[in-house]
């Protein structure tokens, strides 16, 4: 593959902010929509104050969430809903949207993370990702209270109108076609994508997607419909909620189903991190995503329920 690396600073600066296309930075990465309901004063500088994965106020914050950048539109309302239940959190939920492994990193790094000239630490209470990668965490000592939540399956991304005319996985092999899929080592999804084509072509078509005119994210969820709608690529893999919450805000953005027997369906789960200093929250919010209300939530931006056998 050929490999397209920046550093993080970069990313988080750029992922949603090109002039032409800043539509498709979320309303509320943006500092007017700030969750911290006590702003000061306000930088705003194009192309430069965008960090659409980082949110709040570190110094107040009594309930630190590090959750996978794949449910960063799904957020908001969970904090709301959460926060309506316990009111002295208002404004006191800090959390971060990064890819899983990124924030694996950042964990094992007593919670610190530089971008650029800048340094933050936070300690995390709840780590959220796969239910394999919980699981195993939880064998380790890592985490504990491991619930499952929501499921999701993957889905085709496009431009409006399909000007490629994909149709499904197998059509991605074609030479003609600039994709853009995920670094193994930072995304979890990629594991699924690989399995789906593999599902659908053999290794054949695995290699040929590897092998072809395909550049690799670090941060899938910011990159790649940035990079499709900007017409650099034509299609990827991603999973079928951001699709969804691309359409809702009128980004031209299009997906293609995957046939069942391709496709590969993934859980979620969290767990309370084992040095958490705010454990009581943490407990709490983790039992709060298996309710009806958050349940409903997910439901709403395209996320599937869990299974009988993990309720």
């Known amino acids: 593959m050929n490999l397209s690396r920046t550093s993080l600073l970069l990313l988080l600066a750029i992922a949603g902010t090109a002039a032409a296309y800043s539509q498709a930075v979320p309303p509320w990465s943006i500092g007017a929509n700030n969750p911290d309901p006590q702003q000061r004063y306000e930088l705003h500088v194009a192309d430069v104050d965008n960090v659409p994965d980082i949110h709040g106020n570190l110094a107040g914050a009594r309930l630190v969430i590090f959750v996978g950048g794949n449910q960063f539109f799904v957020l908001p309302k969970l904090i709301t809903a959460f926060e309506q239940k316990h009111p002295e959190l208002q404004g006191h939920v800090f959390y971060e949207t990064l890819p899983p492994n990124i924030l694996r990193k950042q964990i094992a790094a007593d919670g610190a993370i530089t971008l650029g000239n800048l340094t933050i630490q936070v300690k995390p209470d709840v780590y959220e990702a796969g239910a394999r990668i919980l699981r195993d965490m939880e064998q380790h000592g890592q985490v ?9 399956n993957l889905e085709i991304i496009v431009p409006a109108g399909n000007p490629k005319k994909i149709h499904s996985l197998n059509d991605l092999a074609r030479p003609d076609l600039r994709l853009s899929m995920p670094e193994p080592q930072w995304e979890g999804v990629a594991n699924q994508i690989a399995d789906s084509l593999r599902k659908a072509g053999g290794e054949s078509l695995y290699d040929k997607v590897k092998n072809g005119k395909t550049v690799l994210t670090e941060i899938h ?14 299609a990827s893999v991603t999973w079928a909620s951001e699709v969804r ?3 809702s805000i009128n980004n031209p953005i299009e997906g293609i189903v995957i046939r069942a027997n391709q496709n590969t369906t993934a859980i979620y789960a969290g767990g309370v991190l084992r040095h958490a200093p705010h454990l009581k929250l943490a407990a709490q919010w983790l039992e709060f995503l ?4 958050a ?7 395209g996320f599937g329920a869990i299974p009988s056998s993990y309720r």
């Open 295 to 301: 349940q409903d939530i997910y439901h709403q931006f």
């Open 290 to 293: 298996k309710s009806r209300e």
């Open 221 to 234: 969820h910011r990159q790649t419909p940035m990079r499709i709608m900007s017409g650099q690529l034509d």
């Open 144 to 152: 504990k209270g491991v619930v499952e939540y929501p499921t999701n």
């Open 245 to 247: 919450f691309q359409r």
